[in-house]
């Protein structure tokens, strides 16, 4: 394939090596600057629903090799007694959806993106290169600045630094409008013979594999767990209220002891618990939660932030041909803004998003498709609908034969 554009990638995460590998699939000749070395990758769990997992099936992802569990039901129960409070399978998910919905340690799946970008396959390798920071991003003239002071022009560059992202203010012109939420994230794994080793604990596991969650309204926790690397590690996630204590806030996690752990978990039924018991002492991270203001535009100059369409939009595009690349960047920022504000404001306002008030009026700003009703708890039938049943490379088809539009402009479905 002809090299038709040079693109950099800010950031070598998932959301970055996913932007590489669609530019690299569209032709462009394709740079990206990380600034660790990942020597000591961390992290846990990171489900794939289907929207998402069609995507990687479109680029033959491995999901074998990186010990995919599928995701067929999810079973909320109360903390304190394990009464079921909705139950629900969909092991039909893939024949609806056109995909299926998995789970992968991140780690596991990070490594899979990594070789698709830098192994064999459709277009010209990409270039990853670690221990190289940015430190600064002409946007409108698509000059990345790298720390030590050289220059890097590019035709397209794509930021893709993660939700802390250093380089926002060089995207929006103005101070970085990132808060803390003063909610915080436990995450550990633990060994899923040590779960069934447990007769009590072990019963929870059982059936289809998915989310098992359970919820305490009084102190507003929701603790999600669910299996991945081929059902061997159990993944915990509990969402609860910052606690005084839980790290600094300028770190991206840091360590918190079982003990404190189980005060926040006082609540619960004695056998969830159980789980913190099994995690080795340093094994549980906090995660603090931001958010910041819904962006009213996902492009600048010759600057977009990551998604996967850019495959679509820029294939066969000369990265020479300024023209083209804005009016291909018009139609990205139109394809992204609805459903990527949508997915932001229900995030940012938690599990139960459509019941904080001023909320669905915010979503409204940007998004015009159909929202599931009141109440609908994270992936009942309405919200997997909504949110998962989408198909981005088929939006981005459909985008490229609308007629050109002010960029901008983005209230669809």
């Known amino acids: 394939m002809t090299t038709t554009g040079t693109a950099g990638i800010i950031g070598a995460g998932i959301a970055g090596l996913a932007a590489a590998i669609g530019l690299r699939r569209a032709g462009w000749d394709v740079e990206v600057f990380e600034r660790s070395q990942f020597k000591n990758e961390i992290g846990a769990a990171i489900s794939v629903p289907p929207n998402a997992a069609r995507v990687l099936d479109h680029w033959g992802f491995d999901r074998e090799r990186a010990g995919a569990v599928p995701n067929q039901a999810s ?131 059982q059936g289809p594999p998915g989310f098992v969650s359970w919820r305490d309204p009084a102190k507003d926790i929701l603790w999600v767990s669910y299996t991945c690397r081929g059902g061997q590690m159990l993944n915990n996630a509990c969402v609860h209220n910052t606690q005084a204590g839980e790290g600094d806030e300028d770190l991206w996690h840091s360590d918190v002891t079982k003990d404190k752990v189980l005060a926040m978990l006082d609540n619960f039924h004695a056998t969830p618990r159980k789980i913190v018991q099994i995690a080795s002492e340093d094994g549980i991270k906090v995660h603090h939660l931001f958010k910041r203001p819904p962006l009213t535009t996902f492009v600048r100059g010759r600057t977009a932030i990551s998604a996967a369409s850019l495959e679509v939009l820029f294939r066969g595009v000369d990265g020479a041909d300024a023209g083209l690349v804005r009016d291909r960047l018009q139609r990205f920022d139109r394809l992204r803004i609805p459903r990527c504000n949508l997915t932001m404001l229900a995030s940012n306002a938690g599990p139960l998003w459509l019941d904080v008030p001023g909320v669905e009026a915010e979503v409204r700003k940007f998004y015009a498709g159909p929202l599931p009703p009141p109440g609908s708890l994270p992936w009942g039938d309405q919200f997997r609908e909504v949110l998962f049943n989408h198909d981005e490379f088929s939006a981005a088809e459909a985008i490229l034969a609308e007629p050109p539009a002010s960029q901008g402009q983005g209230a669809g479905t």
């Not at 024949?95 to 998995?102: I, K, T, V």
Request: charged share 30%; glycine share 12%; hydrophobic share 40%.
């Open 75 to 205: 079973r909320f129960m109360r903390a304190a007694d394990l009464g079921v409070m909705l139950e629900t399978a969909y092991p039909d998910i893939e024949e609806r959806m056109g995909a299926g919905s998995w789970s992968f340690h991140r780690v596991d799946l990070h490594r899979g993106l990594r070789e698709l970008a830098t192994g064999e396959g459709e277009g010209r390798e990409v270039w990853v290169r670690l221990g190289c920071e940015v430190v600064g991003v002409d946007c409108e003239g698509g000059v990345v600045r790298l720390k030590g002071g050289e220059e890097v022009r590019k035709d397209l560059v794509v930021i893709a630094d993660g939700s802390h992202s250093r380089l926002i203010e060089d995207f929006t012109g103005k101070p970085s409008e990132l808060r803390r939420t003063g909610r915080s994230i436990y995450r550990w794994l633990v060994p899923m013979d040590d779960v069934v080793a447990d007769a009590d604990l072990g019963a929870q596991y």
